[in-house]
């Protein structure tokens, strides 16, 4: 008679051989048995926060074209970080860049600290993002543990609880299969896995060098895992937007308050944004007293925590006319210095106006 097979356990063994031959080439990884540049794995980390590695990729060259060392961002002007940035959304994550950047300066000589604790004290740097240098650009057994992290190692242990709860359990899960002599390669090989066959909808199960000791696997539930608690939906937000238009082609704009939503872009003046804003006052939110006309449809925008609709005005000024306090006329031939993010360059385009930044 046939003896049941035992399960495997899942291996970091398994994970690295699979890792070694269908690694990603990536513009900030460290090619196999090199050591990878800290400056490179953080900006990469921060840029991939909540953006799509596709969408990172253009974005990280040019970055790096234009401050190619934790030196060169750090003695930047904010504008001009700001304007490197713009298109990728998430603006505090820029600001905070900047000072991280400055602090890695001032406070540790220019080289990044090796541990998590250290590079916790870091402006900008929260726990996945700390292990994730910690671990590929200094080799320290740290977890990185990610919405793709979190997919692979739900399902491979079918871990039922509910996140963001979940996250110690999956944690501890990742340092208890962490090798010691390859944490970096162990980190980057569940990141690709969660990113290429671990993926969200069809896992590709059948290429998985898990699948003989996955649970989720097993038992044909893959895609219920993780389980996550109910979100609420944000309420949409509404409001109106200005472009006042020269007749020298230049554009009335401002800049947004450091902190906060967008904290220190461009933008055209706006009304609040909110859930009750009644278009009918709009006049009123004006920067100037003119003939504004009424743009349809709406400008839509997602934000994380809720949709925007914002109603585009136009009007035009003459030539001489000044610019209300604290506010500026930017020529046309300069609005693509401006650090527009993705919602106003819509607002802008759908005045007609073409600017070449951002994305
Ligand atoms: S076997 Fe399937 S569900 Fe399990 S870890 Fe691999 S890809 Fe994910």
């Known amino acids: 008679m046939n003896q049941p097979v035992p399960r495997p356990d899942a291996s970091a063994a398994d994970l690295l051989a699979w890792y070694d031959r269908h690694r990603r080439v990536l513009p900030w990884r460290a090619g196999p048995g090199e050591r990878a540049d800290p400056y490179r794995v953080w900006a990469s980390e921060i840029m991939l926060q909540q953006t799509t590695v596709t969408a990172v990729k253009p974005y990280f060259e040019r970055f790096m074209a234009r401050f190619p060392t934790v030196a060169a961002l750090a003695a930047a002007a904010s504008e001009e970080v700001m304007q490197a940035w713009a298109g990728l959304g998430y603006y505090s994550r820029a600001r905070n860049l900047h000072a991280c950047a400055q602090a890695v300066m001032a406070d540790h000589g220019g080289r990044f600290p090796e541990t998590e604790e250290g590079l916790r004290s870091l402006p900008g740097i929260g726990a996945y993002t700390a292990g994730a240098v910690a671990a590929i ?23 039922e609880d509910l996140l963001p709860g979940a996250r110690p359990l999956v944690r501890e899960r990742v340092l208890a299969l962490m090798p010691q002599d390859r944490p970096g390669d162990f980190a980057q090989a569940l ?11 069809n896992p590709a199960c059948g290429l998985c060098p898990w699948r003989e000791p996955c649970l989720a696997r097993i038992a044909g539930t ?3 895992f993780p389980r996550k608690a109910a979100k609420k939906a944000g309420l949409t937000r509404y409001g109106a937007a200005f472009v006042l238009l020269r007749e020298d082609g230049a554009v009335l704009l401002r800049t947004r308050p450091p902190k906060g939503l967008l904290g220190g872009m461009a933008e055209v003046p706006t009304s609040e944004w909110s859930a009750g804003y009644e278009l009918d006052g709009a006049a009123q939110d004006a920067p100037v ?20 609709e914002l109603t585009v005005f136009t009007a035009t000024a003459p030539a001489g006319m000044q610019a209300p306090q604290g506010m500026r006329f930017t020529p046309a031939a300069r609005l693509s210095e401006e650090p527009f993010s993705s919602v106003m360059l819509k607002v802008i385009e759908r005045a007609g106006i073409r600017t070449v930044a951002g994305a």
């Open 222 to 224: 893959q895609e219920s």
């Open 289 to 308: 007293v003119t003939r504004w006309r009424q743009l349809s449809p709406p400008v839509r925008h997602v934000f994380t925590h809720f949709p925007l």
């Open 191 to 201: 990141m690709d896995l969660g990113a290429t066959i671990c993926t969200p909808r």
């Open 137 to 159: 650009a200094f080799d320290r057994p740290a977890a990185a543990v990610d919405g793709n992290v979190e997919r692979v190692m739900t399902r491979l242990f079918a871990i």
